[in-house]
């Protein structure tokens, strides 16, 4: 019987400490907590209902927080613990993100045994000032000596995390951390836009007026320069954010966009197993009781609401969806549904519609958030 592909996330709630603009799930531990963290997450892996019976693994991403910030050995433990519950497919893409100043002895050597081959390096700014600002606990060259070290180990599938439209910044001062990053040249580059989120330190700035926000001229200014000096050094575009060189598109992340079958392990983890969507618990204390035992969500999307997923996800990305694919899922003619909003958007200039395939402009791009909101009912 042929397995099903699967995605695995793994989240590791631990940081040194909150950054300014972070509302993810994450907080310090001391050592003592990180391992009974392990013990819970072993036991949500081992207790889950899908096997490697039904399914073949094609992905695994660990994030957080910080999963460089715990001691190597309890992330090599989740893998044995994840390779003992399923079948790894023999090119299984599996990433790690890591913090520049939190790299433990023999981390490297330690992810690369346990089959780790993707490094995701949150970098954030080649400005230290800027690094400072955004809570940061690395420097510039912390994060130029993490880089060096991966790849002294032997990585060759390097990602960087940049931040675009920090407060202060200016498009040519983040030209010099994007020029900076280049000349390194890992094969995957994101870049993020700060989003200013409820019940960070960033926030609470902002609403006493004391955040110097770039203006959206600045922005859409920076945008542009990102797009187009990335294309000239051979990194193409391939999500909203994401870049890669040729054949270093993120894997993983394709399936959430795709709305492939993904499982994930954590307190505030998501998954989705064909249409059924559900979320582990956020809150920490809930979860270390019952790992993986309580949900925020649970349901399963109706037609439609699946309908509306393919299309405002998958016109995250360059490719954009296929009308093939859309009657293959739902035996509805793609135009059948969303043929008004389709044609007004093309008509709009935001749309390209070539042979059976259907994607944003560079300018759709740009808009995407409020593009993707009419496919909504």
Known sequence: MKKSPLSIYVHIPFCVKKCSYCDFLSFAGTEEEMEHYLTAVLREIEEAEESGLQYEVQTVYIGGGTPSRVPPHLIAEIMDSLRKKYTFAENAEISMEMNPGTLKRDALRIYRECGINRLSIGCQSLNDEELRLLGRIHTVEDFKKTYHEVREAGFKNVSVDLMSSIPGQSAEKFRSSLEGILALKPEHISVYSLIVEPGTLFYSKYEKGELDLPSEESVTETDRMVRD????????RYEISNYARDGYECRHN????????????????????????FTNIRSYASYMEHPGKTREDDFVLSVRDAMEEFMFLGLRTCEGVSATDFYRNFGQDITEVFGKILEKQERDGYLIHKGERYSYTDEGLEVSNILMSEYLE
């Open 229 to 236: 000096l990335l294309s000239e050094r051979g990194y193409k």
């Open 254 to 277: 394709l399936v959430y966009w795709n709305r492939g079958d993904y499982r994930g392990f954590g307190p505030g983890a998501a998954s989705l197993i064909g249409d059924h969507r």
